[in-house]
């Protein structure tokens, strides 16, 4: 199973690939960094907007946030103000089959026409409807409450909404809390209403990168990570 030219390395990432394609409107990967939920979500993504054509447009979306120390406002327009938050997208690009060149008369500030791969702001959101879309939402867990529930109530007939998330790595100390961490909130009132007709959820915990990720996840996750969290990424363990 390979799609955009990524192949399952796993179990688990054989079982996400599997869920992406399905026709449940929502699909939730978690786990640690580096165990490929981004880059298996974008490739299948662009595998079915660019080639089978089974949506109109991919939509890749983040909450704007910066690590550490607040350099301020970015300079330059929308698009490049926007651009160092999509820049994971952008990397993901170099180990799939295409070339980023190939694939700009795609992007947004291409012809209209041709337009399929959307960047859009997550605070611009509101009150639209998502019509025959792929939608990755990137770093879903820094997001509280309302932002999600913003978010996941866009799905119309035929979009397929993907929440990547890793619980490790909230920015937001005031997310680090069940009670209002909008991902968390989200899956686990999914699983209290056994609503499988709607979500897959699938964890993946084997981490592609260099091996030394793997050691320092392991630690943070041990010093950092309520055990709730914890306890409900490895719900979606089952493959």
Do not use: C, W
């Not at 992406?20 to 595998?47: R, Y």
Request: avoid cysteine.
């Amino acid at each position: 199973m390979a799609f955009f030219g990524i192949s399952a390395k796993n179990d688990a990432q054989k079982r996400a690939m599997q869920a992406l394609i399905s026709d449940k409107p929502f699909t939730f990967l978690t786990g640690p960094a580096g165990t490929g939920k981004s880059l298996i979500a974008q490739a299948v993504g662009l595998e079915h907007t660019i080639e089978t054509r089974r949506y109109r447009k991919l939509i890749y979306t983040r909450l704007q946030t910066q690590l550490g120390m607040d350099v301020g406002a970015l300079p330059g327009d929308l698009n490049e103000k926007t651009y160092p938050f999509v820049a994971p997208f952008m990397d993901n690009l170099e180990v799939m089959t295409a070339k980023p060149s190939e694939l700009k008369k795609y992007f947004a500030e291409g012809d209209d026409d041709k337009r399929k791969i959307f960047f859009d702001s997550i605070q611009t959101i509101r009150g639209r409807s998502i019509n025959h879309a792929f939608l990755m939402l990137d770093e879903a867990q820094n997001l509280d409450v309302h932002t999600i529930a913003a978010i996941a109530t866009r799905p119309t007939i035929g979009s397929k909404f993907v929440f990547i998330g890793n619980f490790a790595q909230i920015d937001n100390t005031k997310l680090r809390n069940t009670k209002t961490n909008g991902l968390y909130r989200l899956l686990a009132g999914l699983y209290e209403r056994e609503a499988y007709e709607y979500f897959d959820h699938i964890n993946l915990t084997e981490v592609q990168r260099h091996p030394v990720v793997e050691v320092v996840e392991d630690i943070l996750r041990n010093h950092e990570m309520a055990p709730e969290f914890a306890e409900l990424e490895a719900r979606g363990n089952v493959y």
